[in-house]
């Protein structure tokens, strides 16, 4: 069992940057390919939003999110980071961070392991 715990989340202005943080335990950090999904408000889905290898060496992104988002690991702190700037208010969702031993891009299947979701709201 893996058990992931966000924080970093909360109230920001439109334009302003965020950091958000997830803490993993459970197995082996390095094994797990970790990402980012968000869900805004009213929307049935979870959206892709970032993913990265356990290695840290290859990372994915929606076209939509390359260029304000930016994920990055510490697999000596057992933590994946999710670096988000120029934030709209349509960034406005909670934020859950996801783990799976199966893939390195865990966007391709549906992950096993998710945390509880940290809230992020951008004020206009």
């Known amino acids: 069992q893996v058990h992931l715990v966000e924080s970093g989340g909360g109230l920001v202005q439109a334009g302003d940057s965020l950091r958000l943080s997830c803490v993993a335990s459970?197995?082996?950090?390095?094994?797990?390919?970790m990402g980012w999904f968000r869900q805004a408000p009213g929307k049935e889905n979870r959206e892709f939003v970032a993913?990265?290898?356990?290695?840290?060496?290859?990372?994915y992104y929606p076209d939509s999110k390359r260029a304000r988002f930016t994920i990055s690991r510490d697999n000596a702190k057992n933590t994946v980071y999710l670096q988000m700037s120029s934030l709209r208010p349509e960034d406005t969702a909670v934020y859950y961070c996801?783990?799976?031993?199966?893939?390195?891009?865990?966007?391709?299947?549906?992950?096993?392991?998710w945390g509880q979701g940290t809230q992020v709201t951008v004020s206009s």
């Open positions: 996801a783990a799976d031993l199966r893939a390195d891009n865990i966007a391709s299947l549906y992950p096993d392991y």
């Open positions: 993913s990265i290898s356990g290695s840290g060496g290859n990372t």
């Open positions: 459970g197995r082996t950090f390095s094994d797990l390919g």
